[in-house]
Structures are given as structure tokens and as C-alpha cells.
């Protein structure tokens, strides 16, 4: 898979039989035009390998052929008029182009990437959606960036298709979640993506969900909890996942008491992105008693990272993507065939 597709230019080579249909083509009555055209083939098919194959200016080829840069700018256009180069875009099979653009266009996304219709367990539709994440990242990450990780499975499942990352900062930006898989928390997701990076890491040492503000404020004096907490404010990229505000759809509302996870019920809890709690129209929902109890970067800093990309797929997933869509916290959104017909039908 890549992303964005690629583009493929094709210089014809005109052997033999190529050339003699070519000329057959552009035969000109006498003999002096029909060495004047296969010089113009010559001349025309060097200009395009030199262009659209090695990357060389028009200044360049000028120079090379001993004509204007005018000229070679004419020739590059005959090329292409006359067949000797074919530009071709290629189309990912796992990805469904057209859906893709319908999404970003309804939703108002910088991009959107919807993975085609997938059958097999959800560890594998999960999989096929972390691969596509793991291309964007290759593809876009620089190594000036500053690139904040969230946490969740599908985030995971993208490390296993990450290689090599340029040499950018990593950042954990939400604390350790509990899960009953030990290699599955958000430490050693940073930890993966630092080890493809080979740039500078700041993790986060500290539970997500603590159990009062004051113990919260308490873990974040600490000089190295402190440190990692002011890289939220210069974060350029982060890649977050979306949990469906269910008992078994987020490990945000597993990890609160039943009171207070009751009480977000009851206030329109659909979705939650960073610790951020969402309703259905995007806003974050303030319940008694949740204020400060999480250590993670704010909804707003999050707003203030340039370029946010969210992964989350199915069905039983579409209400939070939703949710986080209206939020206007997410500007990439890489997701399933399914659940992008529920967003573009909602």
C-alpha cells in the first residue's frame, strides 16, 4: 500500500518497431522532412528520459542538446501530446479513492484514507488499518517534527509496519493505560515508535486516570513527568486513536469509578480522544470531579497541533468517529470501508 498513490511516468524506449510506427505516423513527403523527423524523435525522447526519469531542469537539457530552454519546454509537450511519455496514477487496491475523497470533502478533512471492506477477525482488520498509518507516517513525517502518540489498539497494530522513521522527537501525550497485555500500554507503543525514529523520546512514567486532582498535580511536579508535559505545547504532529464511550469500548471509562463514569453516561458521553470526553455534537462534556484527574495533553492543546491524524475503524465505532470529527480536533482521518459510509449516510 501507498499513500499518497504513485505516480508513474512512462518514456517510451522506441525500439525498433516502436520507432518505424512512430515515423510510419509522421512520414513527411521527401527525405530531407523524414530526417528532420526522426532527429525531432531523437531529440524529443532524450529530452523526456532527461526530464521525467533523471529529475535534470530545462536549463539543463538546453544546454546538454545545445537549444533553448524554450525549446525543450515545446518538446516536453510534444511528448506528451504524441505518446512518447504516459503519465499513469496508480490506484492502491486497499484503498478506496473515491470514498476517501467524498469523506474528506463532507467532514472537512485535511485528508481522509478509507481502507476498503475487510473480512477476518477485528485483530486483523486492525492490523490493515495500522499499516495504512504506518505508510502516512513514513510518507509525511520530517525529522524537525515533533510527533505526539496516543494510545489505543489499532495504534499498536501500526507499529508492527513501521521500519524506519526519520530521526524526529517523539512524545507520549497520555499516561499509562491499565490492560490485561503487558506489551500492550502506551509506554511501549512510544517506545516502538521512538526505536523507528532514533530521535529523542519523552515518555510519560505515570498512570492516565489518577484518583483525585491533587494526587495528579502531585505526579506532575515531577521533573521528568514535568518535562514531557511541556512538550505538548510544541508538538507538529500526533497520531491519536478514537474509544467508543463504552464499558467495553474504552479503557478511559474502564479506568474511572462507576460514579463518575455513570455520570458522563448521563451527560451524552459518546466518544473520547486523548481523555478528552465528547457528545454527539463534538463538544467536551465537564463532569463534577473530572477536571485535572487526567494526565494528558488538554483538548486544548491538542486544537493547537498543526496536524492531527486519527485512526479508528468499524461500525460499532462510527458514533465516536462522528463525535470526533464535529470536535474539530482531528484533521486526517484513516478508517474502514464500513464506517465511512455510516459518516459520509450520518
Known amino acids: 500500500m501507498t499513500w499518497p498513490p504513485p505516480v508513474e511516468v512512462v518514456v517510451e524506449p522506441f525500439d525498433a518497431a516502436g520507432r518505424a510506427a512512430y515515423e510510419e505516423r509522421m512520414q513527411p513527403p521527401d527525405r530531407s522532412e523524414a530526417h528532420a ?28 542538446l545545445g537549444i533553448s530552454r524554450f525549446k525543450v519546454a515545446r518538446l516536453l509537450d510534444a511528448a506528451r501530446r504524441e505518446g512518447i511519455v504516459r503519465i499513469e496514477i496508480g490506484t492502491p487496491s486497499e484503498i478506496d479513492v473515491t470514498l476517501s475523497g467524498e469523506l474528506a470533502v463532507r467532514h472537512g478533512l485535511r485528508d481522509a484514507i478509507v481502507v476498503r471492506a475487510i473480512d477476518g ?22 525529522p524537525s517534527d515533533v ?5 489505543g489498539r489499532t495504534l499498536h497494530s501500526m507499529v508492527g509496519h513501521l521500519s524506519k522513521l526519520p530521526g524526529c522527537t517523539v512524545v507520549q501525550i497520555v499516561g499509562g493505560v491499565p490492560t490485561l ?36 498535580a502531585a505526579l ?9 508535559v511541556a512538550m505538548f505545547d510544541r508538538l507538529t504532529k500526533a497520531v491519536v486513536g478514537i474509544g467508543a464511550w463504552t464499558a467495553s469500548g474504552s479503557t478511559v471509562r474502564a479506568a474511572l469509578p462507576e460514579e463518575l463514569a455513570s455520570q458522563l453516561d448521563a451527560a451524552g458521553a459518546i466518544a473520547e480522544v486523548c481523555s478528552t470526553v465528547l457528545d454527539a455534537s463534538g463538544s467536551a462534556i465537564r463532569a463534577d470531579g473530572l477536571p485535572g484527574r487526567f494526565i ?42 464500513e464506517a465511512a459510509r455510516l459518516l459520509l449516510a450520518a
Not at 477477525?121 to 520530517?142: F, I, N, S, V
Not at 532514533?198 to 512514567?205: A, K, R, S, Y
Open 37 to 64: 523527423t526522426r532527429l525531432h524523435v531523437v531529440t524529443t525522447v532524450l529530452a523526456a528520459r532527461r526530464y521525467f526519469l533523471d529529475g535534470a531542469s530545462k536549463s539543463e537539457i538546453a544546454q546538454e
Open 121 to 142: 477477525p477485528d485483530g486483523y482488520k486492525r492490523d490493515q488499518l495500522g499499516r495504512a498509518c504506518a505508510e502516512l507516517l513514513t510518507q509525511t513525517l520530517e
Open 147 to 151: 510527533l505526539g502518540i496516543s494510545w
Open 181 to 216: 497485555e503487558l506489551d500492550l500500554n502506551s509506554m511501549e507503543l512510544v517506545r516502538r515508535v521512538a526505536d523507528c525514529a532514533g530521535g529523542p523520546v519523552f515518555p510519560l512514567h505515570v498512570p492516565l486516570v489518577v484518583d483525585s486532582p491533587e494526587m495528579a
Open 220 to 228: 506532575r511536579s515531577d521533573p521528568h513527568v514535568r518535562k514531557t
Open 296 to 337: 494528558a495533553i488538554s483538548s486544548e492543546q491538542l486544537r493547537a497541533v498543526p496536524d492531527v491524524v486519527a485512526i479508528a475503524g468499524g461500525a460499532a465505532k462510527a458514533a465516536a468517529i462522528l463525535a470526533a470529527l464535529r470536535s474539530g480536533l482531528i484533521h486526517r482521518l484513516i478508517t474502514d470501508e
